[in-house]
C-alpha cells in the first residue's frame, strides 16, 4: 500500500538507521546560533556546488507535475519521465484523467510500479481538481494535501516548482543528508521538514530542496558517501562521527 508521499520510515531510511548521521541523542554540540551559521555555510557550499539543481522531472504545467510527482513515489525520476508523454498525451487535462478507465491507465504507467494505487490517486485527485476547484490546480499546502496521494513532500514540490511559492521537500536524499549534516535529528519527514525550515531561509527553501537532492545523488550517496571530496566537508559531523565510531582517529 503506498502512503501519500510515501513517507513512511522505511522508505526514508530504507537501511535502517545505519545510514543516519547521528544516532538520537548524539547531534553535535552547538548553540543554536552557531548551527545557523553551519546550515547557512552548507547552503553556500551547495548553491556553489550544484547550480544546476532543479526539479528532474518533465512537466509543462501544475497538472503535469503533480501526476509526474505522484507516479515518482519508489520510482525514478527517469522512469518517470519515460512514462509521463504517453499519459499527458492520452490524459492532457484533470478532466480527461477523471474519466479514465483504470486498466487504461494502469496499462499505461505499469513500469512506475505500485500501478493500481497510482492510478487510484490519479483518477481521485483528477477527481478531486474538477469537482472542488472547478477544474483548477488548488495553490495551497491545506488545499494540496486534501487531494488523494498527496502529503506535504508532493505539496512542497508543487508549491515550490509549479507556483513560485517557496517549499522544503523531504525527500529520501534530504531526510539522509539533513540527518549526516547534524542539521535535525529526526527521522520523521514532516519533523525534519521543521527543523530544516528553521534554519533555511525562506526564499531558499525550494532549491535549498534541488541542491540537498543533487548532492545526495552525486556525491553523499546513501551507502558509499565520497566525504574527501565533499564542499561541506568542513561543516559536516559526519565524517569525524563515523571515524570515532570505527575507533579510528577523526
Ligand atoms: S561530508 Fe560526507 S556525509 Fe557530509 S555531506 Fe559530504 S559526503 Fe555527505
Redesign the pocket.
Known amino acids: 500500500m503506498l502512503a501519500p508521499d510515501d513517507n513512511s520510515l522505511s522508505s526514508v531510511f530504507p537501511h535502517g538507521t545505519a545510514i543516519l548521521?547521528y544516532p538520537a541523542g548524539a547531534m553535535p554540540r552547538e548553540s543554536k546560533q552557531a548551527r545557523g551559521l553551519r546550515a547557512k555555510r552548507i547552503l553556500n557550499a551547495l548553491f556553489e556546488a550544484h547550480p544546476d539543481a532543479h526539479c528532474a522531472l518533465h512537466y509543462t504545467s501544475p497538472y503535469e507535475l503533480l501526476c509526474a510527482t505522484l507516479l515518482s513515489a519508489q520510482c525514478t525520476d527517469k522512469v518517470v519521465n519515460t512514462v509521463t508523454p504517453a499519459l499527458f498525451k492520452r490524459f492532457p487535462d484533470v478532466g480527461r484523467l477523471a474519466q479514465a478507465r483504470p486498466s487504461e491507465l494502469e496499462r499505461i504507467i505499469r513500469s512506475t510500479g505500485f500501478y493500481k494505487n497510482k492510478t487510484k490517486n490519479l483518477i481521485g485527485m483528477a477527481r478531486a481538481v474538477r469537482d472542488k476547484h472547478g477544474g483548477h490546480m488548488p495553490k495551497t499546502m491545506e488545499e494540496l494535501v486534501e487531494l488523494p496521494g498527496v502529503g506535504r513532500k508532493t505539496a512542497n514540490v508543487m508549491l515550490g516548482n509549479a507556483f513560485g511559492t517557496p517549499g522544503l521537500v523531504v525527500d529520501t536524499h534530504v531526510a539522509r543528508?539533513s540527518n549526516?549534516?547534524g542539521l535535525t535529528r529526526e527521522s520523521d519527514p514532516v519533523r525534519i521538514e521543521r527543523d530544516l525550515t528553521q534554519l533555511i531561509p525562506e526564499e531558499h527553501w525550494t532549491q535549498f530542496s534541488h541542491a540537498m537532492i543533487f548532492?545526495g545523488r552525486r556525491?553523499?550517496s546513501a551507502r558509499n558517501?565520497?566525504?574527501e571530496s565533499?564542499?561541506?566537508?568542513c561543516d559536516?559531523p559526519?565524517?569525524r562521527q563515523s571515524s570515532r565510531r570505527a575507533g579510528r582517529k577523526p
Request: net charge positive; aromatic share 12%.
Open positions: 548521521g543528508l549526516r549534516m548532492h556525491i553523499c558517501p565520497s566525504c565533499c564542499p561541506v566537508f559536516c559526519f565524517p
